[in-house]
């Protein structure tokens, strides 16, 4: 439980961490649930820059849990 509790801080700091607009999108994507037509709808963005902004978070939200939560837990261990 105590992992979990400092995982959930660490990605909220990588999440926080992210240009606006892709945290957003990712948001919207990955919380709300919302499907690629809604979210381009109420953000007037094209399916492709939509699916290049959620691959851009994606891959720095990996980046920085690998860097924050991979690599802090090998020094723990």
């Known amino acids: 439980m105590v992992h979990d509790e400092q995982f959930w801080r660490v990605f909220d700091t990588c999440l926080a961490g992210l240009p606006p607009e ?6 919207m994507r990955e919380f709300i649930e919302l499907d690629s037509d809604e979210i381009c709808a109420a953000l007037q963005l094209s399916t492709s820059n939509l699916h290049v902004l959620l691959y851009r978070a994606r891959l720095r939200l ?3 849990l690998e860097d924050s939560w991979v690599k802090a837990g ?3 261990s």
Do not use: A, L, T
């Open 62 to 64: 990996r980046e920085c």
């Open 22 to 27: 892709q945290g957003r999108v990712f948001m």
């Open 74 to 76: 090998e020094k723990r």
